[in-house]
């Protein structure tokens, strides 16, 4: 599928636009949120906001389906062919998955069908064949004691999820999450708030009981900090800001001390050596980095950092590269740089490039909205030049299309300048000397770090987090299915 009728689509959802608590659809008649499509900003639904009360009903529907629905006591080779069915279905929805997607977020819907629904049903699917492979371990005692670990769910985990990869994100969560035999009550964000229902719907169809998967609709400040207060959420992961992860680490601390996997934001450097094979490549690469979902990607490759000598080619490469790109609507074919997720966050790209330039940056390209034949906020993929690790876009991590370049003539000038005060999320090195790369490989100070590429690939087992302020804990691998468990020690006494 590559377009879609939007005002179609947008009746769907208005239909049911509610929580999801207990297997059930819960509508509210209180507040209320508008929802605005990116593309061409009409408010075309809205979602509840839940209260407290409403984070207590389904936190509680969650803890007596963990109690009674026999989820976490299931034989794990059962619960693994749920969650693949629950993986199926999900990959089998695809015609009705994908306009939801796309409608609502900046995903392009012949991306949403290539990559997102795809990607969201193996991330399921691939946490499934976790489900019966790591139950704790026999460990050396003395010969007259057994010990062992074992592992067990938490609960109840509250999950809370941004609006960039409104499925993908969720996957990450509620994948290990069920796999581990919890349940789970999740947040979408409240710009995104409907696509997720869906996927609440087709967990029910694949045999997951009512209660594990609840959907729980609203914003930060009301919502999702009753949700990571409530007495009886065991465990929370957070992906978002690295402002709101700070607040949701502090609820935490404050509500219990609850065990916390944050993955925030980032300010990712793309180091360019002047051996890189296949410059044109290169070049095309840090442009996808920079350019796709418009930017609002955490681990945007946002700030390039090039050897002198290639530096004019590479730079002329890039903007040969963007200006391929074509705005347009996320149910039209052929858009290829999807609109900003509001007006609000559009005019903080525009202002951030304004004092930039004010700064004593100069604008290689772009640094204005981009003509497109819907209203939305579209950017144009911009490139600053001439700026220092001072210059206001070096330095905030933009969530949109600006790419900052700075040039160095030793690998020693290019760890200094990678180096991000506040950020870690991310690194790409760029090199035909593997040596170097590997050197940098362990200098970087960064949770994943691309070699010769960047961006991930099918690989689930590669986890994904960040270090310094960029997060804690692990999303995918197997450190994020062992989030999802704690460890009961056991020592058994034989001699009596
Ligand atoms: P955000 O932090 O504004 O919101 C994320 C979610 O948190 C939303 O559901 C929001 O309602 C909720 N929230 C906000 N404040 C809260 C609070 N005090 N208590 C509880 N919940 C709260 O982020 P966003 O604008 O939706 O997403 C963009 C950010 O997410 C960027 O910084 C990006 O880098 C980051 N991100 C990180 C990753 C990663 O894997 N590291 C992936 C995607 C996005």
């Known amino acids: 599928m590559d377009q879609f009728d939007p005002a179609a689509v947008a009746a769907s959802v208005a239909e049911k636009a509610g929580h999801f608590i207990g297997g059930e659809w819960v509508v509210e008649g209180a507040a209320h949120i508008g929802v605005a499509r990116p593309s061409d900003g009409v408010v075309y639904a809205s979602a509840p906001l839940g209260d407290a009360q409403r984070v207590d009903h389904a936190v509680d529907n969650a803890k007596r389906a963990f109690r009674t629905s026999g ?52 991330g399921i699917r691939f946490y499934a064949e976790f489900a019966d492979k790591l139950g704790g371990e026999v460990v050396a005692t003395d010969y007259d004691h057994l010990g062992m670990t074992i592992a067990e769910p938490y609960g109840v985990v509250g999950a809370i999820a941004p609006w960039n990869f409104p499925l993908v994100m969720a996957s990450w969560k509620i994948g290990p999450a069920f796999a581990a035999g919890n349940a789970v009550v999740l947040k979408p964000s409240e710009m995104t708030p409907f696509s997720v229902l869906r996927l609440a ?40 800001s690295t402002r709101a992860g700070s607040a949701i680490m502090a609820a935490c601390a404050q509500s219990g001390t609850k065990p916390v996997t944050l993955e925030l934001g980032g300010k990712s450097p793309q180091i ?47 903007e ?34 304004e004092r930039s330039v004010a700064e004593g940056a100069t604008l290689y390209c772009g640094g204005r909205r981009a003509d497109a034949p819907v209203p939305g906020a579209f950017y144009l993929p911009t490139i600053l030049t001439g700026v220092t690790a001072q210059t206001e876009a070096v330095r905030a991590e933009i969530f949109g299309p600006v790419l900052t370049v700075q040039t160095f003539d030793t690998e020693e000038e290019a760890l200094a300048l990678a180096s991000h005060p506040e950020y870690g999320l991310a690194a790409g090195v760029h090199t035909a000397d593997i040596g170097r790369a590997l050197r940098l490989v362990r200098a970087l100070e960064a949770g994943t770090v691309w070699v010769n590429r960047y961006g991930r690939s099918n690989d689930f087992m590669i986890p994904t987090g960040g270090y310094k302020r960029s ?14 468990l704690r460890f009961k020690s056991v020592l058994i006494d034989t001699r009596t």
């Open 71 to 122: 989820w976490p006591r299931m034989a794990p080779r059962e619960r693994a062919r749920i969650l693949r069915r629950f993986a199926d279905l999900i990959a089998a929805d695809t015609a009705t998955l994908a306009p939801l997607e796309a409608l609502g977020s900046t995903r392009p819907v012949r991306d949403v069908c290539a990559w997102d629904v795809p990607f969201t049903a193996e």
């Open 471 to 484: 997060g804690m804990g692990k999303d995918l691998g197997r450190q994020g299915y062992e989030a999802h």
């Open 201 to 240: 719907e087709l967990a029910i169809e694949a045999g997951i009981p009512p209660g594990i998967f609840n959907v729980v609709q609203g914003d930060g400040a009301t919502t999702g900090d009753a949700l990571v207060r409530h007495p009886d959420i065991a465990k929370v992961t957070f992906t978002g």
């Open 272 to 318: 360019v050596f002047a051996d890189a094979p296949k410059l044109d490549e290169v070049a095309r690469r840090i442009a996808g980095a920079i350019a796709v979902n418009a930017g609002q990607v955490c681990v945007a490759g946002s700030r390039l950092l090039v050897e002198r000598a290639v530096a004019d080619e590479l730079v002329s490469r890039i």
């Open 320 to 353: 040969q590269a963007i200006a391929e790109l074509r705005a347009g609507a996320t149910w039209a074919s052929g858009t290829t740089l999807p609109p900003i997720i509001s007006e609000t966050q559009a005019a903080r790209i525009e202002g951030i490039v």
